[in-house]
């Protein structure tokens, strides 16, 4: 199964002007400068999809992409989901009521969106015991439904040495490890993904 199509459906501030909740979604978050828009663009294939920036913080809202997926069955050729790209934590240079109502929004979408099946939580490899992504992780278990799954993905690995990298595999056996810029761990991520939302 492969990304055959991915185009930007939407942004929303809330849960309140969200989209309707008829698709099965993928929610990516991470500490700012974590590399998630770029993961979001090399792993569709689409150059520009997700809007990334050298500024921390730049995503502010809660962007929908419309996500087609092409199966090996004749029947049913098509899958669609949708992927989400929620505003980076820990962000820098903004004003504490902004700060304020980013994480209420971002809080909101996470507890009670009805159709968020999956939490892909960006790690930077290179920082994988900040404080941040722990409360983060802990967060995510306590209102994970059943329904729903928490992959962590670390990132930015190219700039591991390798001995690091065995160590941080060795301590999360369940992670995923990516780079974009060699293009590892990319399809191991979608598999997951896929293998969860369709079971193939």
């Keep these: 199964m492969k990304i055959v199509d991915a185009k930007f459906l939407t942004s929303a501030q809330s849960i309140m002007d969200s989209p309707s909740p008829d698709k099965a979604e993928v929610?990516?978050?991470?500490?700012?400068?974590?590399?998630?828009?770029?993961?979001?663009?090399?792993?569709?294939?689409?150059?520009?999809?997700?809007?990334?920036?050298?500024?921390?913080?730049?995503?502010?809202?809660?962007?929908?992409?419309?996500?087609?997926?092409?199966?090996?069955?004749?029947?049913?050729?098509?899958?669609?989901?949708?992927?989400?790209?929620?505003?980076?934590?820990?962000?820098?240079?903004?004003?504490?009521?902004?700060?304020?109502?980013?994480?209420?929004?971002?809080?909101?979408?996470?507890?009670q969106?009805?159709?968020?099946?999956?939490?892909?939580?960006?790690?930077?490899?290179?920082h994988p015991d900040l404080a941040i992504d722990k409360n983060v992780d802990e967060f995510l278990k306590t209102i994970k439904r059943g329904d729903q799954i928490i992959i962590n993905a670390f990132t930015k690995i190219d700039k591991l040495k390798q001995n690091d990298l065995q160590k941080l595999k060795r301590e999360y056996p369940e992670g995923i490890f990516i780079s974009n810029l060699k293009k590892r761990g990319l399809q191991q991520l979608q598999d997951r993904i896929t293998g969860y939302l369709f079971g193939n």
Excluded: M
């Design 27 to 111: 929610a990516f978050l991470g500490r700012s400068n974590v590399g998630k828009s770029s993961l979001l663009n090399t792993l569709t294939n689409r150059k520009g999809l997700a809007k990334s920036s050298s500024t921390p913080g730049k995503t502010q809202l809660i962007n929908y992409f419309d996500i087609k997926f092409k199966t090996e069955d004749e029947e049913l050729p098509y899958v669609y989901s949708r992927f989400v790209d929620l505003p980076g934590f820990g962000y820098a240079k903004v004003s504490k009521s902004l700060k304020r109502d980013w994480n209420k929004n971002l809080t909101g979408y996470l507890e």
């Design 113 to 126: 969106r009805p159709c968020l099946q999956i939490f892909v939580h960006l790690i930077d490899s290179r």
